[in-house]
């Protein structure tokens, strides 16, 4: 598979690129632990179909140290006892807030209030900021064809400056 472009060959795809690593950078930084983060951005890769977002996300996510079952059961986190209540809560939330063309009322009340019993004001504001920032990255990736398969852990790391 060959990429149809690709966007950091310009100065405007690089520009856009620093500002979703800015974004990105402010996420990590939140009190919203990192294995959360680690998994939400798997999962909704993995429902959009991104192979290089499941690549990056695999592997930054091993390089952190996230262990190889539970980035292995990621794709069936509801039949599996490796994670816990909270990051269930997340790993719904991501499901239904990837799937919102599927899903005629968007994220269920139900759904909210579990997020709302594990999390604070802040880490929600990096939740939600997060899913909305991974699908957008995925649809970057996945219309210009960005194959996964090549990624190395810290690829990317100074983007943000």
Known sequence: MKPRMDLMSSELGVKIAKRIAS????????????ATQDLVTLRASQING????????TQEAAAAG??????HLVAAWRESTVFTEA???ALAL????TRLADAHHGVSDETWERVREHYDDDQIVALVSLIALINASNRLNVIVRNPGGSYQPGMFAGMAS
Request: hydrophobic share 30%; aromatic share 6%; net charge negative.
């Open 94 to 97: 991501t499901e239904e807030g």
């Open 87 to 89: 990051e269930r809560a």
């Open 66 to 71: 996230e262990s190889g079952v539970r980035l």
């Open 50 to 57: 991104c192979g290089f977002c499941v690549d990056y996300h």
């Open 23 to 34: 974004v990105n950078l402010a996420i990590q930084e939140s009190p919203l632990p990192r």
